[in-house]
């Protein structure tokens, strides 16, 4: 895999030696979706260089412009030496609507103490209405314990499954914990021990 992987990158390369050039002309011509494209690029390492001074130098451009996308990646440009900078970034990103910055948002505020869960619910509900798989296990976990809203395990189950459907490990070996008891739904225990199998295999992947 890794030489497949080698032999495509240089495939890239080799049939788009100029797209770079043409991007990095439209950033600096003031083209916000170019500049994240070369914040991109420069991150990766293809097709430019990889250098993580300019790939933030792009994000930030971009963000200014009011990309959402730019300005979460630029959240950590400054995360190890602008805290607070990082933090602003990464909210102004969710405001923007960007479902992983707002994910992470809700995981911020679950985690701080104390816990402000109704900052982590409001989050991780705008984070799972843009489908994004790994916020709708968190906000399932909410309604499972009842973390921040009443205890609703029919609608956990539910979460659960729509994650695990899209393939999230933590999500899977949830619904096959839940098939196991029953909770929120009839106990199955084939379809607990599928769900099992298919976390471990997900995990294995990764």
Not at 132 to 148: C, D, N, Q, S
Not at 160 to 165: D, N, P
Not at 169 to 194: H, I, P, V
Request: net charge positive; glycine share 6%; charged share 25%.
């Amino acid at each position: 895999r890794e030489a497949e992987a080698r032999n495509l990158l240089e495939r890239i390369r080799t049939d788009l030696f100029d797209t770079s050039w043409r991007v990095n002309k439209m950033a600096e011509s003031g083209d916000s979706k170019a500049q994240a494209a070369m914040g991109l690029l420069h991150s990766k390492g293809v097709l430019a260089e990889k250098n993580n001074l300019k790939s933030c130098e792009f994000y930030l451009k971009a963000s200014l412009q009011g990309s959402a996308a730019a300005t979460y990646h630029a959240s950590f440009c400054s995360a190890k030496t602008n805290k607070q900078r990082s933090i602003d970034l990464m909210l102004q990103a969710a405001t923007g609507g960007h479902a992983a910055a707002q994910e992470l948002v809700a995981r911020a505020c679950f985690n701080l103490k104390p816990q402000e869960l109704e900052c982590a619910v409001e989050w991780a509900t705008l984070a799972t209405q843009q489908g994004r798989p790994t916020a709708m296990t968190l906000l399932a976990h909410f309604y499972a314990e009842g973390i921040g809203v009443p205890q609703d395990l029919p609608k956990a189950f539910l979460l659960c499954s729509l994650a695990a459907e899209e393939g999230d490990a933590t999500a899977q070996y949830r619904l096959g914990k839940m098939y196991e008891t029953g909770s929120g739904t009839d106990a199955k225990k084939e379809l607990a021990a599928q769900w099992y199998r298919r976390a471990t295999q997900v995990g294995r992947q990764r």
